[in-house]
């Protein structure tokens, strides 16, 4: 009997505790504008409020972030692993082949 209200109390608990808990936060996209140079040859690639991760074009040279949120760069086309951060402002050279960025 003392272990049933035991239970009982702590599913109650667990319950009320559950219903405090702040919800997650909603991605929101970066303002602005994420530029990519990929050669002479081509257009600049231009990312408006980008949100989430964004596969570069395959011969992508320099990634600059115009929006008002850091970037994150990656080397592989699923923004996973190790990154480079890229200040709102700034640019950077970015790896030939499948990159990525997250904004």
Known sequence: MIVRAILVSLVAVGSVL???APAPAAVRAASGD???FSTEAQPL???RDPVGCQ???TVAHV???????PVKVYGNPFCLGPSVVVQPGYGTHVPGGAGSFSA
């Open 34 to 36: 994420v530029v990519v």
């Open 63 to 69: 990634l600059t972030n115009q929006t008002d949120r």
């Open 18 to 20: 559950g219903l405090a």
């Open 55 to 57: 596969q570069l074009p």
């Open 45 to 47: 690639d231009v990312y």
